[in-house]
């Protein structure tokens, strides 16, 4: 299944909610409070989108996508009925796998493992459709700021890595998903993709092997997260 199927087959889980017969509601004051917190866990994959030069013989892929961690704090803030503006403070975990290829196509030098421990300080908006039995979509976008502590300022010669990551870039985000309402606590299924604005490539090549950089004009970072926020 490709990222699009799932996004959209995400997409059609509030039309299937909309077919339920009514149930009984579990009231609680969770959308009524102007200021409430929670706590937030969920999985990601990082990606780059990545800008070859054009004078490369030499192109780059990210290969391999592995699982990473995310951990939030939720603060939610509730102007009006249907919006709240959520600020969600906390660490994310993950790594990048790039290989390169010559112009015949054959693997070219080592697959470059890029790790990441970011700090995250997201600030979104949540736009919420109305409530039906003991369920609520909604859609959500906003900016963060990631600040990246596993960024590298020297090479290390010890490993047969040869490119280095800037530490602090921002990110546009969008997603949507689902507010489900507990007896005792509120638990939201969100997806979310989320894209770096800025080259986040240190362009100072390694010595001993400079066309791992030379050979890039640009790299940014996307992340698609699935998040389980409990309030």
């Known amino acids: ?27 609680s004051n969770y959308d ?26 030499l192109t780059a892929e990210v290969v391999s996508l592995k699982p990473g961690l995310n951990i939030q704090i939720v603060t939610d803030y509730r102007p009006a009925t249907y919006l709240d503006i959520r600020f969600l403070p906390g660490v994310s975990f993950g790594q990048r796998n790039i290989n390169f290829y010559d112009s015949t196509g054959t693997l070219w030098g080592e697959t470059q493992v890029l790790e990441s421990s970011f700090l995250e300080f997201p600030l979104l908006i949540k736009y919420k459709g109305m409530r039906l039995n003991n369920s609520r979509p909604y859609l959500i976008g906003g900016v963060n700021f990631r600040y990246d502590l596993a960024g590298k300022k020297e090479y290390d010669d010890s490993r047969n890595v040869y490119m280095r990551l800037k530490r602090a870039d921002l990110y546009y985000e969008l997603g949507a998903g689902i507010d489900f309402y507990m007896p005792y606590f509120k638990l939201t299924i969100e997806a979310k993709m989320s894209n770096g604005l ?25 992340m698609w997260v699935l998040s389980f926020h409990f309030e």
């Open 32 to 57: 009524e409070r102007l200021l409430h917190f929670g706590f937030s866990m969920g999985a990601n994959t990082m990606d780059f989108i990545i800008k070859m030069n054009s004078e490369s013989p």
């Open 1 to 27: 299944m490709n990222k699009r199927t799932a996004i959209f087959l995400f997409l059609l889980i509030p039309v299937v909610l909309t077919a339920q017969k009514a149930k009984p509601r579990n009231d």
């Open 198 to 222: 800025f080259d986040v490539l240190v362009h100072d090549p390694d010595d001993r092997y400079p066309a791992y950089v030379n050979s890039i004009q640009s790299m940014r970072s996307q």
